[in-house]
């Protein structure tokens, strides 16, 4: 097996008295597809502020290839190749489309301090950009403003800054969440793309159980900020707690 | 995004403006008006790089007079002790920059982390201090009265820039090319090279950040880039620039003041500038700085006249009292703002079908 890209080690956080996310210890490795379910306030959306540095932990750490980025700014996590997409649409809303990819292109190309060119001379930039374009359809849309873009659209570039910071985690929080039918399967086709990449490793919050089926190749389960199982799919699905804490009832399996 | 026919018209506007600029000292053959070109020139600089700030990346700052008054201040002290010449000039400017550097890294780094309503409380705290100090530190600053001095000899009314066979000095349509038309394109020069830096820094992979930062400063550091780091940079550059343009404008006046550099009045009127010509354009800088800045010198007198013309009418007459150009132009600044919630080429840039 191949050694962990990615481990939070006994990760807490505590909100006053109320501990949100409770010595969560777990490691992932590349090219497996780690979809992290759990009711609505387990922690799940904390647990990935710890991991991509919009929350500081209270205790315990985050290892990114064996380097400690526990105390590190997002920025900095997002230079050892953290990426994350948002669960509620997170974008530069009077920027265009293509230019919302070009920055983060350019964030990890090192190109963010050059001031004296402008930046249409910085074709490599354009080109990359316009690639993850096309890899996400978002081609036709590219000068339009990311604030005029229908949900589904908005969605969709959300997933595409994300795929253009070429990060070697990739965190997914609902990322169909709001999707109508037809957009949907487009995104799940680039997780799909990303997660055949065996030096990837992916982290997806995910509430549709077609989609979890369809994608993961482990779970983990949380509940109230503790990690509460994890292992292959149909061991997870089948087990008895997760039953009784998560789904209520059998029902929501179908 | 595609050009706009709106954008191509602001930036015709602008062009036109820069023209008019260029030949003012043959336009327009009387001092005062000589005078506006330059003071137009200079706050078209000083508002333009506090537009970096407030809407390529927004920062509110209040202390933008301050580094505008340290390069003032600055060529001031060093022409005052040394006479005139182009060393302490040089000295003044270096000086400016360097005082305005550490001001700006040392509100930067301490405050930027916090919120942008304590930042703005912050800047104006220290805007204050600084106000406070100059006057107080007469010895050097020469307190409410200012420093009056002597600008660099090439600048001088009698110096001839050339002479023909008599020995007299040269005409160019009935312009004598005196000393006088000399500092006014050192004015001019200074401004237009600055302004084309700040185009280019504007347009750059930097100025893209700073676009990024004022759209959603989250995602922006999430993404990777380091927002305290960027913020406190365009901060210092910012300073930099107004300080130069400062030393630049005390060259010009050969007196530098608290009124003329630093008072809260000037911070006003580029506040005042910036939102009149639209916020995130540089363009909007070269429009809002033409238009208020004409206003302050001719709007009274227009005003006078126009009482004068309709004296037989009743009540007209006083309303247009010269007076009273204050109030007409706080009305006229608030029906930009209603009409142009984006500024006037803020707003010009999306009229029109995109080319």
């Known amino acids: ?254 | 995004m595609k050009q706009t026919t709106g954008t191509l018209v602001v930036k015709l506007v602008v062009l036109a403006i820069a023209a008019v600029l260029l030949f003012a000292p043959f336009l327009f053959q009387n001092v005062r008006s000589v005078e506006v070109a330059a003071r137009i020139c200079i706050f078209i600089v000083l508002v333009a790089s506090y537009d970096l700030l407030i809407g390529y990346t927004g920062i509110v700052s209040f202390a933008h007079t301050m580094f505008f008054g340290f390069g003032a201040y600055g060529a001031a002290i060093f022409l005052k002790d040394m006479g005139p010449g182009w060393w302490p000039v040089a000295l003044g400017a270096v000086g400016g920059v360097v005082v305005s550097l550490i001001m700006a890294t040392a509100i930067g780094l301490l405050s930027l982390r916090v919120k942008a309503i304590f930042f703005a409380m912050i800047t104006l705290a220290a805007a204050s201090v600084v106000l406070v100090l100059v006057s107080q530190l007469s010895q050097l600053t020469g307190g409410e009265d200012g420093i009056t001095y002597k600008a660099p000899d090439l600048f001088k009314p009698a110096t001839k820039l050339l002479v023909d066979g008599n020995g007299k000095v040269v005409k160019l349509f009935g312009v004598s090319l005196n000393g006088k038309v000399a500092a006014y394109y050192f004015v001019y020069l200074s401004c237009l090279v600055l302004f084309l830096l700040m185009l280019r820094f504007v347009r750059s992979p930097l100025g893209t950040v700073l676009e990024a930062i004022r759209e959603n400063e989250a995602r922006a550091e999430a993404i990777g880039y380091r927002v305290v780091a960027y913020r406190t940079f365009i901060f210092c550059l910012s300073a930099t620039i107004a300080s130069l343009v400062g030393t630049v404008y005390a060259v010009w006046l050969k007196y530098t003041g608290p009124d003329t550099s630093l008072s809260f009045d000037i911070m006003i009127d580029i506040l005042l500038m910036v939102v009149i010509g639209g916020m995130g354009t540089m363009w909007g800088a070269v429009i809002g700085a033409v238009l208020l800045v004409l206003a302050q010198y001719y709007l009274r007198d227009l005003m006078g006249a126009a009482s004068e013309a309709l004296s037989g009418v009743p009540v007209l007459p006083e309303l247009l009292a010269a007076d009273r150009w204050l109030f007409w132009l706080g009305i006229i600044f608030i029906l930009l703002v209603y009409f142009f919630p984006k500024g006037i080429a803020g707003t010009a840039m999306q009229a029109g079908a995109r080319r």
């Open chain 1, 1 to 254: 097996m191949t050694s962990p890209s990615l481990v939070t080690q006994d990760l807490t956080i505590r909100f006053g008295g109320h501990v949100a996310v409770n010595q969560v210890s777990c490691a992932f490795r590349p090219g497996e597809l780690t979809v992290i379910v759990g009711p609505n306030g387990a922690g799940k959306t904390t647990y990935f502020n710890l991991i991509s540095g919009q929350l500081k932990a209270t205790s315990g750490t985050v290892t990114k290839d064996g380097t400690d980025i526990t105390q590190m700014s997002p920025s900095a996590r997002a230079g050892h190749g953290i990426g994350r997409a948002f669960q509620l649409t997170n974008l530069f809303p009077q920027l265009t489309v293509l230019e919302n990819i070009r920055l983060a292109v350019q964030a990890r190309s090192g190109d963010g301090w050059r001031m004296l060119r402008p930046v249409s001379r910085f074709r490599g930039l354009t080109e990359k950009a316009e690639h993850f374009l096309e890899a996400t359809r978002l081609t036709s849309l590219a000068h339009q403003k990311a604030a005029n873009l229908p949900h589904g659209d908005q969605r969709k570039l959300e997933v595409a800054l994300l795929m253009a910071m070429e990060p070697d985690i990739y965190m997914f929080d609902e990322p169909t969440a709001g999707m109508s039918l037809d957009h949907a399967p487009d995104v799940l086709e680039l997780i799909h793309q990303i997660k055949a990449d065996p030096t990837k490793t992916v982290l997806l919050v995910e509430h549709k159980m077609d989609v979890v089926r369809a994608l993961a190749d482990r779970i983990i389960v949380l509940h109230n900020g503790e990690l509460l199982a994890d292992g292959n799919p149909a061991e997870v699905m089948s087990s008895q707690i997760v039953r009784d804490v998560y789904l209520g009832t059998s029902e929501g399996m179908e």
